[in-house]
């Protein structure tokens, strides 16, 4: 039972995914660029993504513990090292997941000069805060803990897989300002949700009239789990109800993204998005969990009936299922409920120098038009998510070249829950109208990834008419 807790966190390590995507934003050569912000500045005539591969991103992380804290070589035994980490950890640490596969991506510039987007990607999106009173519970027992509750509250987590489809447009209103707005369509596979529970486990000294020396009491419980997609899983044709589920055979929602991107003077730009302000209307599949009220377990009655009566064997266990049942029921639900989107925020801000260059890339030393930017910048980037207890945050400063007029490069150096030394590196080449683009985080940490709380890849690749 010890070793389980971090074996399930070790697993997580392997499966979780974070959604800040620091190395893309605001990078105009790619035009994955726009899901992230639809104001950015749009340099080409069009686009196409290769579909399935046209953005794949996988970020694995969680904050708190590495892999290598509890299985890397060392003097302290492990055993040791599970109990420290369990201690050191908070009931706001977590291990949070987003993935996402581009199916298809598009665009092109209309004659009133609007570039039109669209595509279908398809996301997971997960987190998991730490139980912490559970952890130490399950691995030291209640033994040395006579009178302290522990916070059944804590269990908290949300999950869902779901397929997007999306149509934006992006326009610039003036010299200095760009903006854009996009449009999403949700059609959930499935989904589960186990948010603001309350309740206490608490183990007291029995008295006089109790039937054990403690008393076990689950106080003032009020747990639930609503999901849907899941109940019908395990039923025939289970799997091509998934998938038609991807194409608005299930539970469907909407949702909008809005951006700009303003020039505050020749090298100064600013620009912020709010993504994901949607909801998803769970109607079909649906099955919820509630369960509430207090028990107390004061010990078992132990019973020797003579064998000649023949009772194969003790009912105790269903017994107690059955009297826990009676006091703290479990009520199943199938009405629907309604979900919001954990809404994204991004901004930054961005000092341009070096020599001037035109919109293709291509040296423009002698233009001095307002198409004309330059090979180098600097910049700071916020990212925000709405999680469910509370707002996650990071932040980035990032170094930006045109090595090349078929190369850029972008460093990144973020801090955010996962850690404080996060370098990330971006290379995007355009080899005629072919773009291809990749993005590692997390860079000090690959000589041994077990060592790393987060480690992130982004690649695509795109065909790209630029403007003539």
Known sequence: MKYLIFIFMAFLFCSAFAQNKQVLYGLEEVPQSLLLNPGVNVPQKSHFGIPLFSQFHINAGMTGVSVFDIFGESSVDINTRIRNKIFELEASDFFSATQQLEIINFGWRARNEIYFSGGVYEELDFIVYFPKDLAVLAYEGNQDYIGVPFDLGQISTTGDLMTVFHFGANKQLSEKLTMGVRAKLYSSLFSFKSTNNEGTFITREGNEDSENVYEHTVENLDASVQTSGIASL????????????????????????????????????????????????????????????????????????????????????????????????????????????PVKLNASVSYTFGRRIGSSGVCDCLNMGDDVKRNQAVGLQFYGISRPKGLQMAGTFYYYRRLWDVLSAKVTYTVDPYSNDNVGLGLVADLGKLNFYIAADNLLRYGNLAKANNVSLQLGINIKIENE
């Open 234 to 341: 395990g039923d025939t044709g289970g799997a091509s109800q998934i998938l038609g589920s991807a194409f608005f055979g299930g539970n469907v929602g909407v949702g909008l993204d809005v951006g700009a991107t303003y020039k505050v003077t020749e090298k100064i730009t600013t620009s912020a998005s709010i993504l994901d302000l949607g909801v998803i209307f769970h109607t079909k599949d649906v099955e919820s969990y509630r369960a509430s009220g207090t028990y107390t377990l004061d010990g078992i009655e132990l019973l020797f009936p003579p064998i000649t009566q023949g009772e194969p064997t003790f009912p105790y266990y269903e017994d107690l299922e059955d009297e826990f049942e009676r006091e703290i029921p479990i009520d199943t639900l199938n009405s629907g409920y309604t979900q919001l989107r």
